[in-house]
């Protein structure tokens, strides 16, 4: 099984501030990553998939980037609509596409 | 417009089955797979199994191989998810997806199960 590690768990900051999330394979996966949003009461929505393409309608300011084990989203500069919970998810090895286990970006 | 809709809450006693569907339209549904993934209370997501609704093939993360069942109604367009024996640590909120080469792009709105005596 493939464990997903992302940090920090809760991220603080500021609107207009840049913020940047990491997300550790235990394995190499290639490119086979995913980035998720979930705000509270929601389905997650998909943001980056193949480690750094950005879904439709996904704005410019969310960015992907890393291969094999280390991978990190970055949001430019943080709008009031991005405070959220943020997964990642490795798709390279079944029976399990692992979840890491969230970061929190808060205000 | 894709979209999935998924069944109504569901409150269950331990050791019964809940059945859980999850209606696609927009697409057709044996172009792609469909990607169950549970959430508990307050909890991450927990990716649980797929099923591809063209051929029936399955799959599953080791603790769900056996308690889980997933099923396609092509004439309906709709996944079915069941799951067996039920205890109270399966109370969450359950989601199907879409799956498209392995990451999920269109997500119903999600279905609570909750499980108590």
């Known amino acids: 099984e493939i464990v997903m590690t992302q940090s920090p768990a809760t991220l603080s900051v500021s609107p207009g501030e840049r913020a940047t999330l990491s997300c550790r394979a235990s394995?190499?996966?290639?490119?086979?990553l995913a980035w998720y949003q979930q705000k509270p009461g929601q389905a997650p929505r998909r943001l980056i998939y193949?480690?750094?393409t950005r879904a439709t309608g996904i704005p410019a300011r969310f960015s992907g980037s890393g291969s094999g084990t280390e991978f990190t989203l970055t949001i430019s500069s943080l709008q009031s609509e991005d405070f959220a919970v943020y997964y990642c998810?490795?798709?390279?090895?079944?029976?399990?596409?692992?979840f890491g286990q969230g970061t929190k970006v808060e205000i | 417009q894709v979209e999935l809709v998924q069944s109504g809450a569901a409150l269950k006693k331990p050791g019964a089955s809940v059945r859980v569907s999850c209606k696609a339209s927009?697409?057709?549904?044996?172009?792609?797979?469909i990607t169950w993934v549970r959430q508990a209370p307050g909890q991450g997501l927990e990716w649980m199994g797929w099923?591809?609704?063209?051929?029936?093939?399955?799959k599953f993360a080791q603790k769900y191989q056996g308690r889980v069942t997933l099923t396609t109604d092509t004439s309906t367009n709709t996944v079915y998810m069941e799951v067996r024996s039920l205890r109270s640590d399966d109370t969450a909120v359950y989601f199907c997806?879409?799956?498209?080469?392995?990451?999920?792009?269109?997500w119903g709105q999600g279905t609570l199960v909750t499980v108590s005596s």
């Open positions: 997806a879409r799956s498209v080469g392995g990451s999920c792009d269109y």
């Open positions: 927009g697409y057709t549904i044996t172009s792609h797979g």
């Open positions: 099923i591809s609704p063209y051929n029936g093939d399955t």
């Open positions: 394995q190499n996966i290639d490119y086979d």
């Open positions: 193949g480690a750094s």
């Open positions: 998810q490795q798709y390279k090895k079944w029976p399990l596409y692992s």
